[in-house]
């Protein structure tokens, strides 16, 4: 129960830490897996600091939804990971997992304290933070030591401050497009970066659900996500804009899920909602018409495809509820 003076949780503080409690608990079961079946003894520390943390935020949220006598989620649990089973990836998948797991860790934490009112919901986010930008720092630099930290590209230093003259600055849907900007640059090696790591998880899970109109799902979001790998690149390279060689992850070839489909269904739930921000990020920092177009286009289809899951999910009993007002309609009809 609430003391005090202390006030209720309110909506955005509930919905981040419920969101934060699940994706943890579905973290867990994934790291385990890759604890257990790693190599390389340069990954495990990384894997073993993120298992640590995932599973102190568990304890926290459980913790304060106990005293505010809110129901703790399901989450994931050991039923979603399959013991025994093995590899799907490798070390190096591994850690580009850790390293884009803090990056989307980093995003989401400084969010859900940016909008939550109590101090000690802050202080919690805020512990978060410092946590996962320890996990981004380890995996990065676990990547540099192996030669496998894949950079923006570079460009040339400006050589003077000038001002924009012409409206064709802006961009049109045709003809010739003037010269990438660095923050478009950046933000189209982040995609790139994403699509790489979303083609990853779906190839592998494509290769090992149990339900074929899973398997196909899957299949169909690694053809999405090869689509916008390739159109990312070719934007760079007619702009004469080098790009380090991307990577595809290594994928063994186990047929046998280390995860259970529902579990499997909610890291790509989880990483189309990443894309769809990151598009949504793109389009405000893209001047140039035909970037901004295109983001828009691809944050419909993405969006499609995370509908077609949702209802995949739901036709299976999958998808837990997150917390919501209530139906203040349907309270007045009782």
């Known amino acids: 129960m609430n003391g005090g003076s202390i006030p209720k949780l309110i909506s955005s503080e509930m919905a981040m830490l419920w969101n934060t409690y699940v994706a943890d608990t579905a973290a867990v079961c994934c790291i385990k897996h890759y604890i257990k079946t790693n190599e390389d003894p340069d990954v495990l520390p990384v894997l073993k600091y993120a298992l640590s943390i995932a599973q102190d935020h568990i304890d926290d949220i459980s913790s304060l939804f106990n005293k505010e006598e809110i129901p703790i989620p399901n989450g994931f649990n050991e039923k979603d990971l399959h013991n025994d089973t093995p590899r799907l990836f490798s070390d190096v998948t591994y850690i580009r997992f850790m390293h884009h797991l803090g990056r989307t860790g980093l995003n989401a934490y400084s969010l859900a304290k940016s909008v939550s009112a109590r101090k000690d919901v802050r202080g919690m986010f805020k512990k978060y933070y410092e946590q996962t930008e320890k996990l981004f720092d380890m995996a990065a630099e676990a990547m540099e030591e192996k030669g496998i930290f894949i950079r923006s590209p570079y460009i040339d230093y400006p050589k003077k401050v000038e001002y924009v003259s012409d409206h ?163 309270l007045r009809n009782k």
């Open 168 to 330: 064709r600055f802006l961009g049109g849907i045709l003809g010739k497009k003037r010269q990438l900007l660095a923050i478009e640059i950046a933000h189209l090696g982040t995609n790139i970066e994403l699509s790489n790591i979303a083609k990853t998880m779906l190839l592998a899970f494509s290769q090992v659900a149990k339900q074929k109109v899973i398997s196909d799902y899957f299949k169909r979001g690694y053809d999405m996500s090869l689509e916008h790998a390739e159109y990312f690149l070719n934007v760079l390279k007619n702009d004469d804009v080098a790009y380090p060689s991307t990577w595809d992850g290594s994928i063994t070839d186990s047929t046998i899920s280390p995860f259970s489909d529902r579990l499997m269904m909610f890291l790509i739930a989880s990483i189309t909602a990443v894309g769809v921000m990151d598009f949504g990020i793109a389009i405000g920092a893209s001047i140039r018409k035909d970037l901004a177009i295109q983001y828009a286009k691809m944050m419909i289809k993405v969006g499609n495809f995370a509908d077609e899951g949702a209802k995949i999910m739901i036709d299976n009993g999958w998808l837990e509820k997150p917390p919501q007002s209530l139906d203040r309609e349907k």
